[in-house]
């Protein structure tokens, strides 16, 4: 099968490539009228433009999405629930209404190409055995697809009080071993800032933490040592990252997080 007018468009850029996946990026929107041509040009020019995820499959290891995220298959491919069983049905329900993900998430096997929907996010790719310590722990509704190898399980924070006031769920959506995870990111990876623990401590102020290694103990605590101290700071209450691994923060919090690719809207 070929496959034309697609990666090879001189309109679309191979911005990043790991495992499976390629995430393409739109350099211009040409199918804007004539009212919505300027906003689609300055769009373009602040880096604001239409990224996919293509997927390569080849027979053996399947591809696991965000459900509702496929755009189009093109080959031989087959989408199952990804479900083994009662019992995996069950812990699959219990981790969906936890973490706010898709409880029954669609596997893709077999050979061919798989793309999925365009978002104005960013993507990243990970392999979180090679580059976060094994396993890692993702804020609420950036997973968008990972190799059927990655495990996933919803981990609790180690305070419930996390839950009301550090901006966080009480639980979160852990991936574990080898293979490849792509994320939807407010933030390019260029502006993500990594920081490596080493026994130390990581306080945030606010909820700006994309992923962490799965290791690292979370919890939600005054900025200061009393309640007038953490008042006087006008910081409140901080999350606070402790022990060894790594932690992606990004500097600031993405103005077009919840675009709707399809429509453009804000």
Same mark, same amino acid.
């Given at each position: 099968?070929?496959?034309?007018?697609?990666?090879?468009? &001189?309109?679309?850029?191979?911005?990043?490539? @790991?495992?499976?996946?390629?995430?393409?990026?739109?350099?211009? &929107?040409?199918?804007?009228?004539?009212?919505?041509?300027?906003?689609?040009? +300055?769009?373009?020019?602040?880096?604001?433009?239409?990224? @996919?995820?293509?997927?390569?499959?080849?027979?053996?290891?399947?591809?696991?999405?965000?459900?509702?995220?496929? @755009?189009?298959? $093109?080959?031989?491919?087959?989408?199952?629930?990804?479900?083994?069983?009662?019992?995996?049905?069950?812990?699959?329900?219990?981790?969906? $209404?936890?973490?706010?993900?898709? $409880?029954?998430?669609?596997?893709?096997? =077999?050979?061919?190409?798989?793309?999925?929907?365009?978002?104005? #996010?960013?993507? /990243?790719?990970?392999?979180?055995?090679?580059?976060?310590?094994?396993?890692?722990?993702?804020?609420?509704?950036?997973?968008?697809?990972?190799?059927?190898?990655?495990?996933?399980?919803?981990?609790?924070?180690? #305070?419930?009080?996390?839950?009301?006031?550090?901006?966080?769920?009480? +639980?979160?959506?852990?991936?574990?071993?080898? =293979?490849?995870?792509?994320?939807?990111?407010?933030?390019?990876?260029?502006?993500?800032?990594?920081?490596?623990?080493?026994? &130390?401590?990581?306080?945030?102020?606010?909820?700006?933490?994309?992923?962490?290694?799965?290791?690292?103990?979370?919890?939600?605590?005054?900025? =200061?040592?009393?309640?007038?101290?953490? $008042?006087?700071?006008?910081?409140?209450?901080?999350?606070?990252?402790?022990?060894?691994?790594?932690? /992606?923060?990004?500097?600031?919090?993405?103005?077009?997080?919840?675009?709707?690719?399809?429509?453009?809207?804000?």
């Amino acid at each position: 099968m070929r496959i034309y007018n697609f990666t090879d468009n &001189d309109d679309v850029a191979i911005v990043a490539r @790991q495992g499976p996946f390629q995430v393409i990026e739109w350099k211009r &929107d040409l199918s804007v009228d004539y009212g919505g041509a300027a906003g689609a040009y +300055f769009a373009s020019e602040m880096n604001v433009r239409r990224r @996919q995820v293509v997927c390569t499959l080849d027979g053996k290891t399947g591809i696991t999405v965000q459900a509702g995220a496929m @755009q189009w298959t $093109a080959g031989h491919i087959q989408a199952t629930t990804g479900v083994k069983g009662v019992g995996d049905f069950i812990g699959k329900m219990a981790r969906g $209404a936890v973490t706010k993900e898709s $409880a029954v998430k669609p596997e893709y096997q =077999g050979i061919g190409t798989l793309v999925l929907e365009p978002t104005y #996010r960013h993507i /990243l790719l990970i392999d979180p055995a090679a580059q976060m310590g094994g396993s890692m722990t993702v804020n609420d509704g950036l997973f968008y697809a990972c190799e059927s190898t990655v495990r996933q399980r919803a981990v609790m924070v180690s #305070r419930p009080s996390a839950m009301v006031a550090g901006g966080e769920g009480l +639980f979160n959506l852990a991936l574990e071993g080898q =293979g490849t995870v792509a994320l939807e990111s407010p933030v390019p990876a260029s502006e993500l800032i990594t920081v490596d623990l080493e026994n &130390d401590e990581l306080k945030i102020d606010g909820n700006f933490a994309i992923a962490w290694t799965s290791g690292l103990q979370f919890t939600v605590e005054r900025s =200061g040592k009393t309640l007038i101290g953490s $008042a006087a700071s006008g910081e409140g209450l901080v999350n606070v990252y402790r022990g060894v691994g790594r932690v /992606l923060l990004a500097p600031v919090s993405g103005p077009t997080f919840n675009i709707n690719a399809g429509t453009g809207t804000v």
